[in-house]
């Protein structure tokens, strides 16, 4: 399957973006979806597992979600800090063993 | 502090072959499955392998399966990719990653930085 983001998305400090993943191939309830932040240079990190748990460390401003009517999963960030710019990947796990990466967006917070 | 920490990465020519490693500190390495992402320059992230944490089970992605080996030494904390027939798409970034959440619901929890594979004449 194929999981699909839009390239990049931009808002200002304080406001609320959403960035969309949506599956080619099979439900996105499937499997779970998670969410990783990139900055360049530095090593990903977890913000959503298991389509909406927030791990240890990660603040309520993200959170996730999936949707089955549009076959996509979400993750919003509420309260947009200049930290926040980064890439964000979706990911989901075949049951083929395969793990699926999304193309990723690159999230600006001008 | 828990941490993993790749090296190994260089230069090397189309056809040859280079070996990464990644030190993993902090948690009981044997109980947990391991994985190799990688990221082409000004490209997204791509999963390339895993393994169990006995190392008893290995899985590829199409693009390296016959070319690359993935290993561990659960004695020194290490995770290996044995990388041969190199080609010039495999030139990329080589993140380590940690598994969690057992079979059918694994995620990567936990990342390297990554060491930098080039495959160039």
């Known amino acids: 399957f194929v999981l699909t983001q839009p390239h990049s998305v931009s808002e200002s400090p304080g406001k609320t973006v959403t960035i969309s993943c949506t599956r080619s191939?099979?439900?996105?309830?499937?499997?779970?979806v998670q969410w990783y932040q990139h900055r360049p240079g530095s090593a990903p990190s977890t913000v959503i597992f298991y389509d909406n748990q927030r791990p240890s460390g990660v603040p309520d401003r993200f959170s996730g979600s999936i949707d089955s009517s549009s076959n996509s999963a979400s993750l919003t960030i509420s309260g947009l800090k200049t930290e926040d710019e980064a890439d964000y990947y979706c990911q989901s796990y075949d049951s083929s063993n395969v793990w699926v990466f999304g193309g990723g967006t690159k999230l600006t917070v001008l | 502090e828990v941490q993993l920490l790749e090296s190994g990465g260089g230069l090397v020519q189309p056809g040859g072959s280079l070996r990464v490693s990644c030190a993993a500190s902090g948690f009981t390495f044997r109980n947990y499955a391991m994985s190799w992402v990688r990221q082409a320059p000004g490209k997204g992230l791509e999963w390339v392998s895993a393994?169990?944490?006995?190392?008893?089970?290995?899985y590829y992605a199409d693009s390296v399966k016959g070319r690359f080996t993935i290993s561990r030494d659960n004695s020194k904390n290490t995770l290996f990719l044995q990388m041969n027939s190199l080609r010039a798409e495999d030139t990329a970034v080589y993140f380590c990653?940690?598994?969690?959440?057992?079979?059918?619901?694994?995620?990567?929890?936990?990342w390297g930085r990554g060491t930098l594979v080039t495959v160039s004449s």
């Open positions: 990653a940690k598994l969690r959440g057992g079979t059918g619901q694994w995620y990567f929890d936990l």
């Open positions: 393994t169990s944490g006995s190392g008893g089970s290995t």
């Open positions: 191939g099979g439900s996105i309830a499937s499997n779970y």
